[in-house]
């Protein structure tokens, strides 16, 4: 049996002001592992009140989403300030071999909140763990970090697990299987405990974690963790709630709850506000062989555009921007089918996403969403998303569009890019870095760069460079293996030690590219000094 109403929280008050400054005071150090922005802060950019906001603080409520157990139904609501998780073991989640209620991602000011690589967040909470919502021998989340998607794996979980038949709590990171921290739960169980979360999105070995409990004035558990994978694709989003399997052998399940409150997100960011966003409504953007319906549960707006099943039909949208800008395109969808239905994305006319797959949201009631990252124009914009096989795109909701300025250009130095037949030079004046690349005197011979854009789209790239002779020497430039300028002039400068510049425009893609100068003539190309994106 469930007790009538939630646990008292101990005798304080949390509003939003004195929230932020009892976490900082009991969590700082304020910087997080590896911070390199002088002017960055903790900037608070989501903050929901239970008995105010409601269910409305997440992107969606996965509540009994198999419709197995209706009278237990809600299983997720508002209570006493807490959002309140019950579980009944009759719950099935669509495979029955497991239970799921969970709330997922943050909506605040009219949008959702997209995390994505390179970020920093801090997430924390106060918890109640009540005695009969127990650690398991196989898994039971009550946090997750994943990319959005039905059949994607978690980038990390908070989970209670029985390790050497004794109860924990930990944070396991799935990329290498790595275990951040762990302590006993059982400690911690029928009393609020806070919880604080501090995440570096990055992939590979780029991602780092810190993850702290508090109970009371006291310190559980305080761990850091770098090196570690904590992106996959997409964005991030975080999900809370109670997720678990079936498989326990240690006689662990029965009826159970979590509450949660005073669940804040912090970004390590030099702005105070969150860029930018509007959503866009798909009904009312131009529409090619589509039609607006309203006839599936769960869309914003007043309907959704369902594409006629062929290669083609699309949906486009105008943006406006005041300056040329990074935008981040979340595209909400829902796909009832089992098949991937890919589009391609298209902004001004140039494809920035090709096949971006649309995978299966498991009904047509269920929405989901990709996300990309673009540059936009100043001035008006189109975003165009077509369906690239007969059977049309998805049933496609709207699209949120959230800018914010372009970083400055970054320098990468040709000394130390890929070189091939050439030679890494100091006998010249004015060089920037430890030096220049001399290229050897053959067609073919090149320096090839390995750049990071922010965003896909049109970038100005340029070329610092010295040629002393009076002869053009000429170079093909490549993106991504893609022939974007050929027999690009790199003219006389004066002398070897006088230094110019030539800029291209090329279509990057978000993250790594590999940028290649390659000589044409048996001149071999001009002396390198460095490339600016």
Partial sequence: MYPSSSPRLPRRRWRLGLTVALLSAAFLPAIPIGAAHADATWQLRWAPEASQDGLGAFEGVEDDRANSHPAGQPHIFVENNNFRFNMHMVDRDFSTDRQRQEVKGMHAGGQDLILLEGQTWRFTQSMFIPGSLKATTTFTHIMQMKMPGTDTLPILTLSLQRVNGVAKIQLHVFEGDVIVGSTDLAPLQNRWIDMQLDMTIGDGRNGQLRWVIRNGSSTVID?????????????????????????????????????????????????????????LEAENATIFHGTVESDHLGFTGTGFVNYFNEVGSYVQWTVTASERVVATLTFRYANGTTTNRTMDIR???????????????????????????????????????????????PNLDNLQVATSPLPPPTRY??????????????????????????????????????????????????????NGTTTNRPMDITVNGTLVAGGLAFNGTGSWDTWATVTITAQLRTGTNTIRATATTANGGPNMDNLTV
């Avoid at 494809?351 to 673009?374: C, G, H, K, P, Q």
């Avoid at 001035?379 to 369906?387: F, K, L, M, Q, V």
Wanted: charged content about 15%.
């Fill in 223 to 279: 761990v850091s963790r770098t090196g570690v994978d904590t992106w996959l694709d997409d964005r991030v989003r975080p999900k809370w709630g109670i997720y678990r399997s079936l498989g326990d052998t240690s006689g662990s399940l029965q009826d159970c709850y979590l509450l949660l409150t005073n669940m804040r997100a912090y970004q390590w960011s030099g702005t105070s506000a969150p860029p930018l966003a509007s959503r």
């Fill in 413 to 466: 130095e040709a000394e130390n890019a890929t070189i091939s037949q050439g030679t890494v030079a100091t006998n010249h004046l004015g060089f920037s870095g430890t030096g220049f690349v001399d290229y050897t005197n053959v067609a073919g011979s090149y320096v090839q760069w390995t750049v990071n854009a922010p965003a896909a789209g049109p970038m100005a790239v340029t070329f610092r460079f010295a």
């Fill in 347 to 393: 902004v001004n006319g140039l494809l920035v996403a090709d096949e971006l797959a649309f995978n299966n949201t498991l009904s047509w009631d269920m929405w989901d969403t990709r996300t990309i990252s673009v540059v936009l124009s100043a001035g008006s914009n189109t975003i165009r998303a077509s369906a690239t096989t007969a059977d049309g795109g």
